[in-house]
Structure formats: structure tokens, C-alpha cells
């Protein structure tokens, strides 16, 4: 029967658990503030940690997003560079606008 595991570590995690904690070694003056900020440096881990759960937990059964329309202006297929090009010459200004407000 496999055992259910409550809190699983990301090597992500570890790696940056390791890396403040030799930082937090070499930078500390007294075992107080050593200590201190080890148990800030868990508290910050946890939440984050915490909130990551939270927020896949959100995204897996949240609300589904729903697909955009079809594009039919052709202002809203061109690329930023093109299109900031045409704002500079002024041959769009005003009709972009309203393509992008019209689309969403």
C-alpha cells in the first residue's frame, strides 16, 4: 500500500533553501539573528509554498477559460513593431483602438 506523502519538496525549492541558508551562515553576527532569520526564511518558504497549492488548486478546478472570437480586423493580426510603425506615420491611430475594444 503506498504511503500518501502531505508535503512533497521541488528541487526548486531546495535549491533556494540552500542557497539562503549559506548566505544566512555567512552574513550572521549573533545566534539570536541567526536563528531569526532561519525561522523567517521557513515562514517565507511555507507561504509561498502554501499559496502555490493554492493557486494550482485554483487553476485545476476554477473556472475554465472560455476561447476568444475569430479575428476579423486585420489591424489586430499585425505584429507591435508594424503597428507602432503605422501609429508613428499615422495611418492608425483612433481605428486600433476600437479594433481591440470591438474584439474583447
Known amino acids: 500500500m503506498p504511503t500518501k506523502t502531505i508535503l512533497t519538496l521541488d528541487p526548486y525549492y531546495l535549491f533556494i533553501m540552500t542557497y539562503y541558508l549559506s548566505t544566512f551562515v555567512k552574513n550572521v553576527k549573533s545566534p539570536q539573528k541567526f536563528l531569526i532569520s532561519i525561522l523567517m526564511f521557513f515562514y517565507r518558504w511555507f507561504t509561498g ?56
Open 49 to 104: 509554498y502554501l499559496t502555490d497549492l493554492g493557486f494550482g488548486f485554483i487553476n485545476a478546478f476554477g473556472r475554465k477559460s472560455s476561447a476568444l472570437p475569430p479575428v476579423q480586423n486585420p489591424l489586430l493580426l499585425d505584429s507591435a513593431l508594424s503597428l507602432a510603425a503605422k501609429i508613428r506615420k499615422k495611418q492608425v491611430c483612433v481605428l486600433l483602438v476600437y479594433a481591440y475594444r470591438n474584439y474583447l
